[in-house]
């Protein structure tokens, strides 16, 4: 096990390193990347609280967001990444 598994789930150094991000990765990818999730950030560096403060203000705006789209049915919602097709 490395070193610091005890703090990071005991997990193995593969997957560890499965969100490992180098700065000159950070300009390649989509900025959807879960890897630059900020409570994600946060928990894998062993800072709990602002792992979960992080976490509870996304779903926040989520629930909000929901609850929006619920009391404004005449606007559309559209997806930004994907787009409906029949297969």
Do not use: C
């Amino acid at each position: 096990m490395p070193p610091q598994s005890d703090w990071q789930y005991y997990f193995t150094n593969f997957a560890m390193n499965l969100n490992y991000l180098p700065e000159k990765m950070k300009l390649k990818l989509p900025r959807s990347d879960s890897r630059f999730r900020t409570d994600q950030r946060a928990l894998e560096e062993n800072n709990i609280e602002l792992a979960t403060s992080e976490k509870h203000r996304l779903e926040e705006k989520q629930r909000a967001a929901r609850k929006w789209r619920a009391e404004n049915p005449s606007h559309e919602f559209k997806p930004k990444y994907f787009k409906k097709v029949m297969d």
